[in-house]
């Protein structure tokens, strides 16, 4: 079973402190939305899960193995599947088959579970027409899936994904969520955004506010607060914030997130 566990973690760049005693617990499979402000701490967190920056003060531990470990840091990673939100920095072929295949390459995979995994990635995102493609010349958009193929071809126990589809457009979004929806029976899957309709689709939404977790619980719970979502610098939904209006004028109006649902709310 995949697990994170961070306890009592604060970290500083410098004299800056980022974060401030952040602690969360993640048990088993789960879709996990971060949501918050920009400098809020969010990328800085996932970065010390993933042992990219040092952790100084708190504990990490990834399926057990801890981050203070330096033995572990090769075996954390390989269960860490990371999709950054800059798809140019992460590639390391010019083809993209090859690129997909550099991974299970890497962790020595036999010929066939490798050409297996590579199929498989580049069915999963859409992209097995693209195979052949250079990927300088595959689009915003398709470069962001083609990074996602390349993490998955390793079968991680953890994907987090730190704001990496800013390009997808409307319905390469709904495609992604489907596969992430697909992933979330036996990973665990940390979405970083701002977008709050994005994370209406997670198990579990955590916001973040000056290097802090302000609130951590289910999505709808968080997301239809409107009011306290714009004072920590989140953009709410229009439907939200109309509603949260209605609120102050005496209607009870209920959850609401989606335009469907305060449709439903002015008809009744
Ligand atoms: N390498 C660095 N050196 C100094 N300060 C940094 C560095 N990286 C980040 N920071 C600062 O740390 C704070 C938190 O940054 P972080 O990237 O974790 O925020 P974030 O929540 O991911 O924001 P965003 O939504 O904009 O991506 C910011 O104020 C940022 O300026
Ligand atoms: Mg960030």
Redesign the pocket.
Known sequence: MPQIKAEDVSFS??T?D?LSSVSLSIDGPSFVAFL??????????VRLIDGLLPLKRGEITVNGMSLKDGKKLYDIRKEIGFVFQDPDSQFVSPLLADDVAFGPENYGFDEKERDDSVSRSLSLTGLETYKNRLIETLSGGEKERAQLAGVIALSPSILIFD?AFAMLDGDGEEKLMTLISHFRENRIIIM?T?DVLSALWADRVVL?SGGRIVKDGKPREILCDADYLMQIGIKPTLPSVIASKMRDMGVETGCVVTRDELEVLLWN
């Open positions: 760049y410098g800056k980022v918050g402000a920009n400098g809020s701490g969010k990328s800085t967190f704001e970083i701002h973040f």
